[in-house]
T-cell receptor, first 116, second 117 residues
Framework: DAGVTQSPTHLIKTRGQQVTLRCSPKSGHDTVSWYQQALGQGPQFIFQYYEEEERQRGNFPDRFSGHQFPNYSSELNVNALLLGDSALYLC???????????????FGPGTRLTVT | AQKITQTQPGMFVQEKEAVTLDCTYDTSDQSYGLFWYKQPSSGEMIFLIYQGSYDEQNATEGRYSLNFQKARKSANLVISASQLGDSAMYFCAMREGVNTGFQKLVFGTGTRLLVSP
């Protein structure tokens, strides 16, 4: 049973460019969340997708956008990259978003983005 | 707004000893969940243990236990019989508003644990 997978593993981009990161959730999971983890910090919630819609969003600018596909995989897009966008981007999947239940979130290995 | 505080940037423990990693939280919600994750140098966040705000008993998962003191808003992780492979970053996280169905986690800044032989 494959866990959460992310691609690419590492990425180097230049300031002002655009980047797309990809995530495939764990089998049986339909909800994908994205987190940004700057060096020495805890992960910060970017947004969450369920049923191909953005259900919840953290305090990130519109330069950060995403998409979820019918097979539940997801993409994170970042436009007009800034040096401060350099971070580890983590994808997490879970079974659903039903009220009254806390689902364990399974994390992928992350994509390390470096903006120069 | 919800907040997680981990006041120990680093902790050292000898192999086979127990260690407690501190976590305090702040929330106005009555229904929330508390998680601990381990992050090795590879970067992947590994789920360790979960405690719901309405759970009366402290959660346990093998060598991991969560010392949940609701009135003090603390959720400390206890690792018994430390192993060399336990050396990693440990993050405490909270999910607020369980009844909303949303799954956003708020993380603390982490504690780096080093286990020595």
């Amino acid at each position: 049973d494959a866990g959460v997978t992310q691609s690419p593993t590492h990425l180097i981009k230049t300031r002002g460019q655009q980047v797309t990161l990809r995530c495939s959730p764990k089998s049986g999971h339909d909800t994908v969340s994205w987190y940004q983890q700057a060096l020495g910090q805890g992960p910060q919630f970017i947004f969450q997708y369920y049923e191909e819609e953005e259900r919840q969003r953290g305090n990130f600018p519109d330069r950060f956008s995403g998409h979820q596909f019918p097979n539940y995989s997801s993409e994170l897009n970042v436009n007009a990259l800034l040096l401060g966008d350099s971070a580890l981007y983590l994808c997490a999947s879970s079974q659903g978003t039903h009220a009254g239940v806390s689902y364990e979130q399974y994390f992928g290995p992350g994509t390390r983005l470096t903006v120069t | 707004a919800q907040k997680i505080t981990q006041t120990q940037p680093g902790m050292f423990v000898q192999e086979k000893e127990a260690v407690t990693l501190d976590c305090t939280y702040d929330t106005s919600d009555q229904s929330y969940g508390l998680f601990w994750y381990k992050q090795p140098s590879s970067g992947e966040m590994i789920f360790l243990i979960y405690q719901g705000s309405y759970d009366e008993q402290n959660a346990t998962e093998g060598r991991y236990s969560l010392n949940f003191q609701k009135a003090r808003k603390s959720a400390n992780l206890v690792i018994s019989a430390s192993q060399l492979g336990d050396s990693a970053m440990y993050f405490c996280a909270m999910r607020e508003g369980v009844n909303t169905g949303f799954q956003k986690l708020v993380f603390g800044t982490g504690t780096r644990l080093l286990v020595s032989p």
